[in-house]
């Protein structure tokens, strides 16, 4: 079974410039997440997805950021317009949707490094 | 709110030694606890996690961990580390009766060393 995948593995763009970042999770889990590392820190939650709902967006840290997930397969984060302070790493996570969900563990993706110049 | 604090951002231990990367934590109700590692130059890979039952967790690599209430703790121990187990250690809380919904809180991450 193929895990999730994230595209790019890195970017390098000027502020100013916009990046997409895309993940696809692991086939069948209607649960998506996205989170960032940044600067060494703590790793920080953005948004959670069930399908294409967004279930929770409480980590985003402003209307800079545009996530989206039609159709309720892949997703993608948009950042625009970038600035230095969004540098860091982007990881995607994905879970199945059973009744006891809570439990569920979160498969995470190898992340975007993102670096804004 | 929930938190999660890993007081150490970097354990050298030799090879052969027992390792324990520690981590305490802070939610309203009954926790579900998770360990995840980052290898260099790879994403997160689950480890163990503890939702409810034995306080003592089994994972992958030979590790495991231990979940103490009193303490509120969930330190992650391997009675014999290996080189290959150096990398970064990522303790993560959720509270599933808290206002968190469905979302990991995460420590800061503690870097292993594991010398020959």
């Known amino acids: 079974e193929a895990g999730v995948t994230q595209f790019p593995s890195h970017s390098v763009i000027e502020k100013g410039q916009t990046v997409t970042l895309r993940c696809d999770p692991i086939s069948g889990h209607d649960n998506l997440y996205w989170y960032r590392r940044v600067m060494g820190k703590e790793i920080k939650f953005l948004l959670h997805f069930v399908k294409e709902s967004k279930q929770d967006e409480s980590g985003m840290p402003n209307n800079r950021f545009l996530a989206e997930r039609t159709g309720g397969t892949y997703s993608t984060l948009k950042v625009q317009p970038a600035e230095l302070e969004d540098s860091g790493v982007y990881f995607c996570?994905?879970?199945?949707?059973?009744?006891?969900?809570?439990?569920?563990?979160?498969?995470f993706g190898p992340g975007t490094r993102l670096l804004v110049l | 709110a929930q938190s999660v604090a890993q007081p150490e951002d970097q354990v050298n231990v030799a090879e052969g030694n027992p390792l324990t990367v520690k981590c305490t934590y802070s939610v309203s109700g009954n926790p579900y606890l998770f360990w995840y590692v980052q290898y260099p130059n790879r994403g997160l890979q689950f480890l163990l996690k503890y939702i409810t039952g034995d306080n003592l967790v089994k994972g992958s690599y030979g590790f495991e961990a231990e979940f103490n209430k009193s303490q509120t703790s969930f330190h992650l121990k391997k009675p014999s580390a290996l080189v290959s187990d150096s990398a970064l250690y990522f303790c993560?809380?959720?509270?599933?009766?808290?206002?968190?919904?469905?979302?990991?809180?995460f420590g800061g991450g503690t870097r292993v060393l594991v010398k020959p």
């Open positions: 993560a809380v959720r509270d599933p009766l808290g206002a968190a919904g469905n979302k990991l809180t």
């Open positions: 996570a994905s879970s199945p949707r059973t009744s006891g969900f809570s439990q569920e563990t979160q498969y």
